[in-house]
């Protein structure tokens, strides 16, 4: 019986592998394919602004983030004929608006606006800082940029041009067209401490390829917020996901809908997907992700905090496996399968998954970089390499530490995530 079980346990571990690099090629591939050729530019930035779709860019801020000037003058530089740039912010006194001012001042022929507005329907603060700029905004498609996230000149009109694309531009899309466009993020990183450098090698390597992997099967949304550029209409169609908004009176309907969750932009996608049937979109461009000085500590916290959230809003077989996704644990199994069945030295199996999985993840790293290398300081491949085995290492013991409790803490603030995916606030409102 035991030879019979290991035998069955064997053979499920070499599935299992297969499987796991099946996903991690197709983002490799899709990379290669996607982003390792220079950018051609839209057939839109050639039209005139009384032809050309118009868009509504809005930058929620708080704060003096990372590289902010660089990343807000990057949405006034836009090789598109017809925008608008809103910037939003909740408090007269934030420390954006000298950087905003700035910015403005510089672009004076770019149309763009401050909104200050501290109107509070929920625990996201980023839900909150939305909610007048969707009203206000002069179009209908909306392109919504993290304060920390850069862009290259052409990136809204390739976006636009991949919204519009089996639709009229005159409404919103419908049922089986797309309804959300979206990028890869990337990191960039000026202060190279090592929680910076870990976290970059997460985000261009495993974070990069399971998101194009993902995206490129599309059986589900998979959609972070650095990004995004979809319909205010379809947006005001959706329906509240939250189990305790849809039991008031009048449940909000729309963006107030998702104001209980810390990762609306997730719960966004899915209501598109799900709610209207609205396809997902990428383009050939990279988000640019500017990261600051971040200890190992912050680094663990950040991804601890969102494994936290993303296992209550994703089925449990799917949060229970994500270990087996990695390359050390991978390879573990990987090789004692493939020694059970066919018979190999486990550490040779195991050394050549892991040199295999690091020179997959440097020429996805490489094919990603291709059109913003003017932006992305020198970089030492060797420190990239220790910072990549480094986040290799670390992926387990912050799997099973985020496994331990549902509290999180996001922008100094504490929230227990119940089963939902909804977030309840646990210090007092101040």
């Not at 030295?345 to 291709?370: C, G, H, Q, Y």
């Amino acid at each position: 019986m035991s030879g019979t079980a290991s035998l069955l346990l064997a053979i499920f571990f070499l599935v299992l592998y297969v499987v796991v690099w099946s996903l991690c090629l197709l983002g490799w591939r899709t990379a290669r394919i996607r982003y390792a050729h220079p950018n051609l530019p839209s057939r839109l930035t050639s039209l005139s602004s009384t032809s050309a779709p118009g868009v509504t860019i809005i930058r929620p801020l708080c704060g003096l983030d990372q590289n902010l000037y660089n990343t807000l003058e990057s949405c006034m530089m836009l090789d598109y004929p017809k925008y608008e740039v809103i910037f939003a912010v909740q408090d007269e006194n934030d420390e954006a608006l000298p950087v905003v001012r700035m910015v403005m001042d510089k672009y004076p022929t770019v149309k763009s606006r401050v909104i200050i507005d501290n109107t509070r329907v929920g625990v996201n603060p980023k839900v909150n800082n939305l909610l007048r700029p969707f009203q206000e905004a002069s179009y209908d498609l909306l392109w919504v940029l993290d304060s920390t996230i850069s862009v290259t000149s052409g990136t809204l009109g390739r976006s636009v041009e991949a919204f519009l694309s089996n639709h009229d531009v005159r409404k919103p899309p419908i049922s089986g067209e797309v309804g959300l466009v979206h990028q890869v993020p990337i990191a960039i990183v000026y202060q190279k401490t090592w929680g910076s450098l870990i976290e970059q090698a997460y985000l261009n390597t495993t974070h990069a390829k399971m998101y194009l992997a993902i995206n490129a099967v599309a059986v589900d949304s998979c959609v972070v917020g650095k990004s995004n550029l979809y319909s205010r209409s379809n947006i005001a169609e959706l329906t509240t996901p939250s189990p305790t908004l849809r039991n008031l009176p009048n449940p909000p309907s729309g963006l107030a809908g998702y104001s209980p969750f810390l990762a609306e932009d997730n719960m966004i996608g899915l209501g598109l997907w799900h709610q209207l049937n609205l396809k997902h979109a990428m383009t050939s461009d990279v988000a640019c992700d500017f990261l600051g000085a971040l200890t190992v500590k912050d680094y663990i916290d950040r991804r601890v905090r969102w494994l936290r959230v993303r296992k209550k809003m994703t089925p449990i077989i799917a949060t229970l496996l994500e270990p087996f996704t990695e390359s050390i644990v991978a390879g573990l199994y990987g090789s004692w399968a493939i020694q059970r069945l066919l018979g190999a030295s486990i550490p040779a199996l195991f050394m050549v998954n892991i040199a295999i999985w690091l020179l997959v993840d440097l020429s996805t790293r490489k094919a990603l970089e291709t059109n913003i290398r003017n932006i992305k300081p020198p970089s030492s491949t060797g420190v990239f390499v220790l910072a990549w085995l480094a986040r290799e290492c670390l992926a387990l013991p912050i799997w099973l530490l985020a496994m331990t409790s549902d509290v999180v803490v996001w922008r100094g603030r504490r929230y227990k995530i119940v089963s939902s995916g909804e977030a309840m606030r646990l210090d007092d409102e101040k």
